[in-house]
């Protein structure tokens, strides 16, 4: 099996409130667990830095389903590629919250999205 990553930045739409986005993760739990999707989402307020990992073509469809999804504004992939092993491999989908201006500028995820990877991995790990 081909495993994949894809990496994404979106906004959230004004109408996705704290209950929506709770909802949306139980969802994404259960779905993702059937589909062999493992990730991450790192939310600052209305930001949103996502990592899933899984099949390529189920991947793929996914994130198509994502970018299509008006609760996403903005949504554009940072980094994407063809993985040996599995990042999150315990994770169906965790939520995580980030704080500090500088967190993830524009600048940083165009110079250096593999780095950001890493970053990602290391951040959301030493925070359960």
Request: net charge negative.
């Amino acid at each position: 099996m081909c495993l994949r990553y894809v990496m994404y930045t979106s906004t959230a739409a004004p109408e996705l409130g704290d209950a929506e986005l709770l909802g949306l993760l139980v969802r994404a739990r259960h779905n993702n667990q059937a589909l062999g999707i493992t990730g991450v989402l790192v939310r600052r307020d209305p930001c949103f830095l996502q990592y899933l990992e899984g099949p390529a073509a189920t991947l793929a469809t996914l994130t198509q389903t994502i970018a299509a999804d008006s609760r996403h504004l903005h949504f554009q992939i940072v980094a994407e590629g063809d993985l040996q092993g599995r990042q999150f491999g315990e994770w169906s989908m965790d939520l995580r919250g980030a704080h500090g201006a500088d967190f993830l500028s524009d600048e940083e995820l165009a110079d250096d999205p593999e780095g950001i990877k890493y970053m990602l991995y290391g951040f959301a790990t030493t925070l359960l």
